[in-house]
């Protein structure tokens, strides 16, 4: 068996054993592209021998999202079918996991009017609200990795070969995720017990502020006062571990909804929507988002922030040192997945309830009365440098380093 078939091996077992950590009788739904095909095969097959009962895989397209994107009337962005609504809701409800395997091309819906891309995303947004509050309450398992497709590939490695993108991607990805390492699921373990230190350490402190100096950005973020502090590893409401993200190398909260003041300037590229938006600001006042500027994708980001009223603000504030491994590669995925653990980074829209105490069992209001935001998108943007300051504001209003050029200051 050839380094590669070994990495995509062991890729697929971590992502079904770690990443989902499926159980016996249990199904796994998969949401995938046809890019995808060799790997997600690979992946059925792990999951089948780790007992799933069903695998269920949802197939995209890109060609045929772009074609539908290019020529189906404007009507068809807002609407969002109510079966796959149900569909998605129904398997939560009865304990599914549930997998994406994203590798779609970052700039695919490039030129697309960007009120068409916004239609669809609130569409799809308030359909599928039900769902997503499952998701952010850690009532499933589920996880997001990644597989290389030539068009993201060649947008990473512009000046090689398709083949040769694809094949340095793949081998970019297996790093990131610690596959080359020689026992993955115990690099994965170990991993997650150094996140939780910093986690530990965060929640002993019980700031009530952070306040972030970098270049373009000068922010007070204040958190809630029953906030806790999360990393890596997660667990669901049957009490069985999974890991969201892989990779991962954040620890996050939530900050107050009405709590964020001050500008923050991206570090890096976010791609949303099927568009490159880059060189951004933000402008805060009493939390909601008051000023957009950016030097490209403007527009996009503006659908964005008015998607819902809840988009306006934030709901995830995550940090991750400059020295990180996706950072010290020095690779640029054009991919959130990827570069939000490369960069301190921000959310627009919705909070993860299980980011205060308690918040696992609260409804909608009581997440509000305790400073949450709610929202139908939920966005992370890439912030940080080496560059960066971070200091956290006690209860008294004494300043400690958290973060000094982009590093831990613990």
């Given at each position: ?16 054993k ?111 609200s ?43 990805i ?16 170990e ?15 019980r ?10 950005t ?51 590229p ?9 060189n ?8 909601k ?9 403007e ?5 964005l ?87 956290g ?18």
């Open positions: 068996m050839s380094d590669f078939q070994t990495n995509l091996e062991k890729y697929a077992n971590l992502a079904v770690v990443g989902v950590n499926i159980q016996k009788d249990q199904t796994l739904v998969i949401n995938t592209t046809i890019d995808s095909a060799e790997f997600v095969r690979l992946v059925v097959k792990k999951a089948y021998e780790a007992g799933a009962k069903n695998v269920v895989v949802n197939w995209n397209d890109d060609v045929v999202n772009r074609t539908k994107y290019d020529l189906a009337p404007d009507e068809a962005f807002n609407e969002y079918p109510e079966w796959r609504a149900r569909e998605v809701e129904d398997l939560a409800e009865n304990g599914a996991a549930f997998m994406s395997i994203v590798s779609s091309s970052p700039d695919l819906l490039k030129g697309v009017k960007s009120e068409r891309i916004g239609n669809f995303q609130k569409a799809a947004g308030t359909a599928l039900k769902y997503r509050k499952y998701i952010q309450s850690d009532k499933v398992s589920w996880t997001v990795i990644a597989a290389p497709s030539e068009g993201w590939a060649k947008m990473v490695f512009p000046d090689e070969t398709a083949e040769t993108a694809v094949q340095k991607l793949w081998d970019a297996f790093k990131a995720v610690r596959v080359n390492t020689e026992d993955p699921v115990a690099a994965w373990k991993h997650d017990s150094s996140l939780h230190e910093k986690v530990d350490y965060l929640n002993g402190k700031y009530k502020k952070l306040h972030y100096k970098a270049p373009g000068d922010l007070t973020v204040e958190l809630p006062e029953k906030h806790i502090w999360v990393g890596a590893g997660s667990v669901n409401e049957q009490g069985n571990e999974f890991m969201a993200n892989m990779p991962t190398e954040e620890v996050f909260s939530v900050p107050l909804k009405t709590g964020v003041n001050g500008y923050v300037s991206s570090t890096k976010l791609s949303y929507g099927g568009n490159i938006i880059d951004f600001k933000l402008t805060f006042e009493n939390g988002i008051v000023g957009v500027e950016a030097e490209e994708g527009e996009i980001l503006k659908q922030v008015a998607t819902d009223e809840g988009s306006h603000y934030l709901g995830e504030v995550a940090l991750v040192p400059f020295n990180s491994p996706i950072s010290q590669s020095n690779v640029l995925f054009f991919n959130t997945l990827f570069d939000e653990n490369a960069s301190n980074h921000f959310a627009i829209g919705s909070a993860y309830a299980f980011c205060v105490e308690g918040g696992k069992t609260m409804s909608s209001e009581e997440l509000a009365e305790n400073g949450l935001n709610e929202s139908i998108t939920h966005v992370d943007f890439m912030i940080g440098s080496d560059k960066m300051d971070i200091d504001i006690t209860e008294d209003g004494t300043a400690e380093p958290v973060f000094r050029n982009g590093d831990w200051a613990l």
